[in-house]
């Protein structure tokens, strides 16, 4: 898929649990689910897993395409992403100030024979990763009844 198409996902329930789902993109079909405690099966990761997921293939392939393009010894990347939602009024640097915001966390570990500044470079490019970028900026989702 290039940059101009559009992705498309396609996620329906599989009627085997209360929230088990069959979620697809293009060839490729994964479970999504809820864990025992919250009703699920467990049968796989839940959408904030997803969620985290893409945001840690995003940065360790950004970061990945960068240290080889600019030379950069990088021998490997590992991003150990959680999530939480957080009181606003606890969060120093956000805007909201009431109710919850979500909060998520990434530790980046760089391995490799890298000097300061390569480490100093490429953690500012991990911000550049695109979903990074996405859940960052205005977002709008636009659901419509499909007939």
Do not use: W
Request: charged fraction near 35%; aromatic fraction near 2%.
């Amino acid at each position: 898929m290039n940059a101009s198409e559009d992705t498309i996902v396609e996620v329906e329930e599989t009627l085997t649990g209360s929230f088990m789902q069959s979620a697809r993109s293009g060839r490729h079909v994964l479970n999504v689910d809820e864990p025992l405690a919250l009703g699920g099966n467990d049968a796989g990761p839940g959408p904030y897993e997803y969620l985290l997921m893409g945001l840690g293939a995003c940065t360790t392939m950004t970061l990945r395409m960068y240290a080889e393009r600019k030379d950069i010894p990088l021998s490997r990347v590992r991003v150990r992403l959680t999530h939480r939602k957080v009181h606003a009024k606890d969060c120093a640097d956000c805007e909201s100030r009431d109710g919850k915001v979500d909060e998520i966390t990434r530790e980046i570990e760089l391995e490799g024979e890298l000097d300061d500044q390569n480490r100093r470079r490429l953690m500012l490019i991990a911000d550049r990763c695109p979903v990074h970028r996405t859940l960052t900026s205005e977002i709008k989702v636009r659901s419509s009844l499909r007939e």
